[in-house]
């Protein structure tokens, strides 16, 4: 694929997601929430990376409510302020602050004392523009997450675990084939609102 059809794909995805309705949204949330809410690499997990929609994106609140509730720790991504086209995660705890960043993105308010390496999250729920059954991702094009989680996919880490990467999409963003580029980051595995897909 081409830069250029992977830009009209990314385009065509993102028209698709933003045209559900408010009620199909939150249909598709309370079913992502049906799928994951029980799983053990769920519950198990201690601390979780979730994001904040827009664009359409499918939205993990409920999950990340659920997971307030148990005690979880809970953290939302944050432009990286030094880094470029990277992302750092901070801890969001029940009642805290949003502000907008320079793309009118809620998130919370960068505090050195809530920060945690992106390598000591253990679970991450990843929001993408496309995907496809074998769980490659296509983002928003600016490969922050393949930046920030690059530590899985080189060298003596290859085989690391930790932290699981959950793609997290409706199911109008799957096409029937993705090449994954040489710097794209794995999924562990993808959950739209309808399925579960786990690599070969
Ligand atoms: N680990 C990396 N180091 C340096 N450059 C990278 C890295 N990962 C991705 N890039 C660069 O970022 C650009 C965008 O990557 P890509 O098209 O895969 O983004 P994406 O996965 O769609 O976006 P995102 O991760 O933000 O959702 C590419 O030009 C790629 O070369
Ligand atoms: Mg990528």
Redesign the pocket.
């Known amino acids: 694929m081409t830069?250029s059809e992977?830009a009209s794909l990314?385009k065509s995805l993102r028209h698709c997601r933003r045209q559900l309705t408010p009620r199909e949204q939150d249909a598709a949330a309370s079913r992502l929430y049906d799928q994951v809410a029980g799983k053990r690499f769920f519950h198990c997990a201690r601390r979780i990376a979730f994001y904040l929609p827009g664009d359409g994106e499918i939205d993990p609140g409920l999950l990340m409510a659920a997971a307030l509730e148990r005690g979880q720790h809970c953290y939302l991504p944050v432009i990286h302020p030094h880094k470029k086209?990277a992302l750092v995660f901070v801890r969001f705890r029940s009642g805290d602050v949003l502000q907008t960043n320079r793309w009118g993105i809620y998130e919370p308010r960068l505090r050195s004392a809530a920060l945690i390496p992106a390598r000591a999250l253990d679970l991450v729920l990843?929001?993408?523009?496309g995907f496809d059954a074998a769980c490659n991702?296509?983002?928003?094009?600016?490969?922050?997450?393949?930046?920030?989680f690059?530590f899985r996919?080189s060298g003596v880490r290859s085989r690391r675990r930790s932290p699981r990467l959950i793609g997290v999409a409706h199911e109008c963003q799957r096409v029937s084939a993705l090449k994954a580029?040489d710097?794209?980051?794995r999924m562990d595995r993808i959950v739209s609102d309808w399925q579960t897909y786990q690599p070969q």
Request: no cysteine; charged share 25%.
């Open positions: 830069p992977r990314r086209n990843v929001p993408l523009v991702r296509l983002g928003m094009g600016k490969g922050f997450y393949d930046r920030t690059g996919a580029q710097w794209d980051i």
